[in-house]
T-cell receptor, first 111, second 113 residues
Framework: EDKVVQSPLSLVVHEGDTVTLNCSYE??????LLWYKQEKKAPTFLFML????IEKKSGRLSSILDKKELFSILNITATQTGDSAIYLC???????????FGQGTRLTINP | DVKVTQSSRYLVKRTGEKVFLECVQD?????MFWYRQDPGLGLRLIYF???????EKGDIPEGYSVSREKKERFSLILESASTNQTSMYLC????????????FGPGTRLTVT
């Protein structure tokens, strides 16, 4: 059975801190790994990773994939209160378009 | 911008009622999905559809059915609602083979009492 596990499930830090969110997976026919940010409503796409060792970066957010060890990390530097959200990791595996999601990490940034 | 809308943000139903959750997308996407989201469990795929009148079971289809009579609309049906179906329901749509291009609706928080 395909499985995606995120850790920690919940994290509370102070504004300005750097955080690292983890995502490990066990799936058949891996195609890609995706990170989403979910505030109050719909998840919004952050990154798609398909190749090991290549960092994707967008402002203060970055992510990298290790296909040998089957995990990915999402880093956020100089956190702001607007980064407070649930961060979702998903893996596209098996048939095209089908995503397997992890439990999500609820990140809270305190001023 | 792609827009995915869901018929209700909040819904309260009684046990045993038949419940319809509607999802409409305005970008002519072929693929549509229904997920439920529960704390500690993440998003789980209930059903999906690659084309009109086509449907595929996801990981947790029990207790649910779907209908896709038109390309833009994908309905999730709870034939006889139960309390364990209290959850947040998210609809998504996409076009083409790239999974990351799933656009999500705002969600419907369903409470079954």
């Amino acid at each position: 059975e395909d499985k995606v596990v995120q850790s920690p499930l919940s994290l509370v830090v102070h504004e300005g801190d750097t955080v690292t969110l983890n995502c490990s997976y066990e799936v058949t026919n891996f195609r890609s790994l995706l990170w989403y940010k979910q505030e109050k409503k719909a998840p919004t796409f952050l990154f798609m990773l398909t190749s090991s060792g290549i960092e994707k970066k967008s402002g203060r957010l970055s992510s990298i994939l290790d296909k040998k060890e089957l995990f990915s990390i999402l880093n956020i530097t100089a956190t702001q209160t607007g980064d407070s959200a649930i961060y979702l990791c998903a893996v596209e595996a098996g048939g095209a378009q089908k995503l397997v999601f992890g439990q999500g990490t609820r990140l809270t940034i305190n001023p | 911008d792609v827009k995915v809308t869901q018929s209700s943000r909040y819904l309260v139903k009684r046990t045993g009622e038949k419940v319809f959750l509607e999802c409409v997308q305005d970008m002519d996407h072929e693929n549509m999905f229904w997920y439920r989201q529960d704390p500690g469990l993440g998003l789980r795929l209930i059903y999906f559809s690659y084309d009109v009148k086509m449907k595929e079971k996801g990981d947790i289809p029990e207790g649910y059915s779907v209908s896709r009579e038109k390309k833009e609309r994908f309905s999730l049906i709870l034939e006889s609602a139960s309390t364990n179906q209290t959850s947040m329901y998210l609809c998504a749509s996409s076009s083409g083979p790239l999974a990351y291009e799933q656009y999500f609706g705002p969600g419907t928080r369903l409470t079954v009492t």
